[in-house]
């Protein structure tokens, strides 16, 4: 007997919204929803319906309902990952169908693999993190919960990705680095040396970028 795919709440409605429902269609849901606060002023994200606000969350929630964050800052998706799942609410995983995973590879709940995206084998990606389109994580990389790799950025092997980090779009790194927590790395940059945690840095070399 065929199972029915079960209802996907995304909460957030912009255009990082739309990137996840597209790929969650691709996966085959059928009953996509989003949450903003702007609702009911808001009431629809294209052809997606917006169905409620996050304080809605309870109400919206039941046990044929997967919960997706779609907010593009680091942040505030843990925050409210965390809030989802200390409200009992099942998070899924969205793997584009034209990603290549390769073998012995971990990803966390609540991830988001988009399309042509590759990881290699023994990988361990985290939870809520976004492997934005076209990206490469190398063979043996480690990236950390809630890390957003920008599309185009290329990791060599055996890179270290903590927590809460942004690789900004096209970025490379070389292989072996450790790149901290709740670190920027500017667009088009070219990472050679490890980078502290909280750095912001941009360059080919990347370096500091001076505080404002
Ligand atoms: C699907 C999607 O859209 S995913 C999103 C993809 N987007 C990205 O990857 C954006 C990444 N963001 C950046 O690169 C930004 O420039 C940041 C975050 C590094 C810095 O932004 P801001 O804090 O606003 O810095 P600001 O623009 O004021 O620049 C500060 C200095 O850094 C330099 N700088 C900023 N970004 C870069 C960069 N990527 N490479 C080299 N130098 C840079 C600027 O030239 C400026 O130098 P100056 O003081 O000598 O003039």
């Not at 996907?8 to 996840?20: D, E, M, N, Q, T």
């Not at 917006?50 to 309902?65: K, Y």
């Not at 096209?170 to 070219?190: K, L, R």
């Not at 050679?192 to 500091?208: C, K, L, T």
Request: hydrophobic content about 40%.
């Amino acid at each position: 007997m065929a199972t029915t795919k079960p209802k996907l709440r995304i909460v957030g409605a912009g255009g990082h919204a739309k990137v996840v429902a597209d790929c969650a269609e691709q996966l085959g849901y059928k009953d996509i929803g989003m949450l903003d606060d702007n609702y009911p002023a808001t009431q629809a994200c294209e052809h997606w319906p917006v169905v409620g606000t996050s304080s809605q969350i309870t109400e919206l929630n039941d046990a044929h309902t997967h919960w997706f964050v779609a907010i593009g800052n680091n942040a505030v998706r843990a925050k409210l990952q965390a809030q989802l799942l200390a409200l009992g609410c099942t998070l899924t995983t969205l793997v584009h169908p034209s990603a290549v995973i390769g073998g012995n590879v971990s990803i966390g709940a609540g991830t988001l693999v988009l399309a042509n995206a590759v990881v290699n084998a023994f990988s361990r990606i985290g939870q809520g993190s976004i492997l934005n389109t076209a990206c490469s994580i190398d063979h043996d990389g480690d990236i950390g919960d809630f890390v957003h790799i920008a599309p185009g950025v290329r990791l060599a092997g055996a890179v270290r990705v903590k927590q809460k980090t942004f690789i900004g779009i096209g970025s490379c790194v070389i292989q072996q680095i450790t790149i901290g927590s709740e670190v920027t790395v500017g667009a088009g940059s070219t990472v050679i040396r490890d980078i502290p945690d909280q750095a912001r840095v941009a360059g080919n070399p990347a370096r500091a970028l001076q505080q404002k």
